[in-house]
């Protein structure tokens, strides 16, 4: 089974910084793409931003510029590094991780933390 567990969310002023940080562990042979996405109360879960295993990245047009998102490969670890934060970006933020597994034969899964709040304040 695979967690991923989520610290770094909390309370701060427009125009602040968070860092957000999640760490896979369990029974990964791999991953092949981390991300962090957000839910406001009402809506849907929309992605932030997504690294790939090769260090590929991409943002949602509203974080663009202001939100960079790493990881350690080494360590199964994602950071997303929120700068010049709005009220807007309040949200529960979530880490996600697609996975490979091997259990006498390889399959792919994705699983999510418990997600983490971020708010705001104006």
């Known amino acids: 089974q695979v967690q991923l567990v989520e610290s770094g969310g909390g309370l701060v002023q427009a125009g602040g910084s968070l860092r957000l940080s999640c760490a896979a562990s369990?029974?990964?042979?791999?991953?092949?793409?981390m991300g962090w996405y957000r839910q406001a109360p009402g809506k849907q879960r929309d992605l932030v931003a997504r690294?790939?295993?090769?260090?590929?990245?991409n943002y949602a047009d509203s974080v663009k510029g202001r939100f960079t998102i790493s990881r350690d490969n080494a360590k199964n670890t994602a950071s997303l590094e929120m700068n010049n934060l709005k009220p807007e970006d309040t949200a529960v933020y979530y880490c996600?991780?697609?996975?490979?597994?091997?259990?006498?034969?390889?399959?792919?899964?994705?699983?999510w933390g418990q997600g983490t709040q971020v708010t705001v304040s104006s």
């Open positions: 996600n991780a697609d996975y490979r597994k091997y259990t006498g034969k390889f399959y792919d899964a994705s699983a």
């Open positions: 369990g029974s990964i042979f791999s991953i092949s793409a």
């Open positions: 690294i790939t295993s090769g260090g590929t990245t």
